[in-house]
């Protein structure tokens, strides 16, 4: 299940259990207690969530600086082997 499908979900959970809670036979001060307790348990998630993907962020994002290294690096020597090479060839 992708992240946002997950989301939608979780919305959905939120929403489905905020509408049972209101045609519950309770009291209004239970009601309130329970939309509060619902409220915080969401926002929490949702927080768990949000720093899960930023920490998958910063992972794509490290491997992302390490490729462009690599790649970086990988020019600098085949750039270095061709003026080798053409030295090389001009001297000789």
């Known amino acids: 299940m992708r992240s946002g499908e997950l989301g939608f979900l979780c919305l959905g959970m939120a929403?489905?259990?905020g509408m049972a809670a209101l045609y519950t036979p309770k009291s209004g001060e239970q009601t309130r207690e329970l939309l509060r307790s619902r409220?915080?348990?969401?926002?929490?998630?949702?927080?768990?969530?949000?720093?899960?993907l930023r920490s998958s962020a910063s992972e794509l994002i490290d491997?992302?600086?390490?490729?462009?290294?690599?790649?970086?690096e990988n020019v600098r020597?085949?750039?270095?082997?061709?003026?080798?090479?053409?030295?090389?060839?001009?001297?000789?």
């Open 77 to 92: 020597a085949a750039v270095d082997a061709g003026m080798n090479a053409y030295r090389e060839k001009v001297r000789g």
């Open 15 to 17: 929403i489905g259990a």
């Open 39 to 52: 409220a915080a348990e969401g926002a929490e998630r949702a927080r768990a969530q949000a720093e899960q």
């Open 63 to 72: 491997q992302s600086v390490n490729a462009v290294k690599e790649q970086t």
